[in-house]
């Protein structure tokens, strides 16, 4: 009986002894998977590590912005936008921005100023009613609209601006869109920048200014034309057939712009699609003259402007077509071509306004975005109020200058010794036609 026992323990140990040394092979087992495992996502950490830094260092050779690295470290330091602001100089700003350093000032001071610091700059994770935090931006008040207006007033690209202000490329993109809206709400509270229609005798003074240079003209106070200008192509098929102009042959849109003889503008129709003929963009000028235009008095136009219905029966006078019939009876023929002659000599001035307005705004030469049309809008209001602004406080405008010249006695006198001395090329001047000049007889 012991006999048995004891075997039977021996058994028992030598079974307990297998099962451990089972148990040590099967944790080595599993130890040496972790181990593999782990070995295994080490790799695929350090890959996926590796592939990310071959890919930035890829993307970098290629990338054409700017970061605050390679600017100078403080926008409101010594960068090149506050040196020409420290300046003061007003040749500088009206050659940058196209304004003189007191109307700058005054656009400040007429609510740009206090807008830019009451409201908060939008974005994706910032509401529109949030507190503003205007000591937090980069730029203070005069530096947003001295970006606004250089943006406007050249075609430079956003890297150019970046190293002007020292900003990186999406705080520019931010403010150029933040400050066009609080310039825009500026300009609306402004006189200089009114864009608003004659009243009263205001019609008698703008004619006085034309028939001083074109006695026929009795009646005449304005110049209308349209101007298209380019856009993006839209992968959106409607929206392309509604931008392409047949005549030019290209995608733009269409304005229609109405200059008085004082050069300013005085009524307009903004951002319509450029397939639209410059008779059906003019539909809100029609009503004007229908509605809010004294009889007797008119605008002067080309030849793609119908002179209307009859309600508007003698608002709108055009040149004659070539070949068009004239009267047998000589002295009515003689008339009715000096009259042709003179509204061809006034339609030069709005070929002026239009030269004014994309010379002044050169960001008008190139394509607008076709993906957002309220911004579009926006673009073409601004310039048209700065127009104005240009017109009656700076004082840039050849209409203005040609309609009503300033000269003093000391002025008068050079203009009129140059005008002896060169005499022979002003006659010769391709646009001769459109100035009156005088001649003595000996």
């Known amino acids: 009986m012991d006999t048995w026992i004891d075997d039977d323990v021996t058994e028992y140990e030598e079974f307990m002894h297998l099962q451990a040394q089972f148990r040590h092979q099967l944790q080595a087992l599993e130890d040496e998977e972790d181990d593999c495992a782990l070995a295994a996502a080490a790799f695929l950490v350090f890959s996926s590590e590796e592939a990310k830094a071959i890919c930035t260092a890829r993307r970098s050779q290629r990338r054409r912005y700017l970061i605050r690295a390679d600017l100078l470290p403080d926008p409101q330091g010594a960068t090149p936008w506050q040196i020409l602001y420290g300046g003061r100089n007003d040749r500088a700003f009206i050659t940058t921005m196209g304004l003189d350093t007191i109307t700058f000032q005054d656009i400040l001071n007429k609510g740009f100023e206090e807008l830019w610091n009451s409201y908060a700059i939008t974005r994706a994770d910032i509401a529109s009613d949030a507190t503003p935090r205007a000591y937090r931006r980069s730029l203070d008040a005069p530096g947003a609209l001295g970006l606004i207006l250089h943006w406007l007033s050249s075609t430079m690209h956003d890297v150019s601006l970046c190293e002007i202000f020292a900003l990186t490329p999406v705080t520019v993109s931010q403010y150029i869109i933040f400050s066009l809206q609080i310039l825009l709400n500026t300009l609306h509270r402004m006189e200089a920048a009114c864009i608003r229609w004659p009243i009263g005798d205001e019609f008698q003074e703008l004619n006085g200014l034309i028939i001083d240079r074109h006695p026929l003209l009795t009646g005449a106070f304005g110049s209308m034309d349209g101007l298209n200008l380019p856009v993006q192509t839209s992968s959106d098929e409607n929206i392309e057939n509604a931008t392409y102009n047949g005549w030019l042959h290209s995608h733009c849109v269409s304005s229609i712009f109405v200059f008085a003889a004082d050069g300013a503008i005085i009524a307009c129709n903004l951002n319509v699609p450029g397939s639209w ?25 080309d030849t793609a402007f119908p002179c209307g219905s009859l309600d508007i029966e003698g608002k709108i006078h055009v040149p004659l077509k070539d070949g068009a019939p004239l009267p047998q009876d000589y002295q009515e023929r003689k008339q009715l071509v000096d009259f042709t002659h003179s509204l061809t000599s006034y339609r030069q001035t709005v070929e002026w306004g239009m030269r004014a307005l994309q010379g002044s705004f050169s960001r008008l030469r190139i394509p607008l975005s076709i993906n957002y049309s309220e911004f579009r809008g926006d673009i073409l209001e601004v310039v048209s109020h700065l127009h104005n602004v240009h017109t009656h406080c700076v004082g840039i405008n050849q209409i203005r200058s040609i309609y009503m010249p300033l000269w003093n006695d000391e002025e008068e006198f050079w203009i009129k010794l140059g005008s002896l001395q060169f005499s022979e090329q002003r006659r010769d001047d391709r646009v001769h036609r459109f100035h009156i000049t005088a001649s003595e007889e000996v």
């Open 277 to 301: 003929h410059d008779s059906r963009v003019a539909q809100p000028i029609y009503d004007k003259l229908k509605y809010y235009t004294p009889e007797g008095y008119y605008l002067v136009a």
